[in-house]
Nanobody, 128 residues
């Protein structure tokens, strides 16, 4: 059983930055494709960013929703079992609960239904 714990949320003004972190438990973190989804008030949960599993390699690929591309950056640290989301140039429409999710020994997917594990989420509020 893998546990995912998000941190780093909070209130920020438009144009500001926040860095979210997701700490995971359990072995073989490198075999998980890691994702960040978000859910704004009254909206469905949507894909934000993802990083591929690495296995025995040190290389990985990153994926972004069009709405966050060029502003957000996802990264993983297999030694620390963490995945981070650096969010820059934040907009009020980025306000949402952000969820970390993991997919075991599989490729990245943009689908909410494809995840094996979820964190409880962390709130990000961007004021105008």
């Amino acid at each position: 059983q893998v546990q995912l714990v998000e941190s780093g949320g909070g209130l920020v003004q438009a144009g500001g930055s926040l860095r979210l972190s997701c700490a995971t438990s359990g072995p073989t973190f490198s075999n998980y494709a890691m994702h960040w989804f978000r859910q704004a008030p009254w909206k469905e949960r949507e894909f934000g960013a993802a990083v591929s599993r690495t296995g025995d390699s040190t290389y990985y690929y990153t994926y972004y929703a069009d709405s966050v591309k060029e502003r957000f950056a996802i990264s993983r640290d297999n030694a620390k079992n963490t995945v981070d989301l650096q969010m820059n140039s934040l907009k009020p429409e980025d306000t949402a609960v952000y969820y970390c999710a993991a997919r075991w020994r599989n490729s990245v997917t943009y689908s909410v239904d494809g995840m094996d594990y979820w964190g409880k989420g962390v709130l990000v509020t961007v004021s105008s």
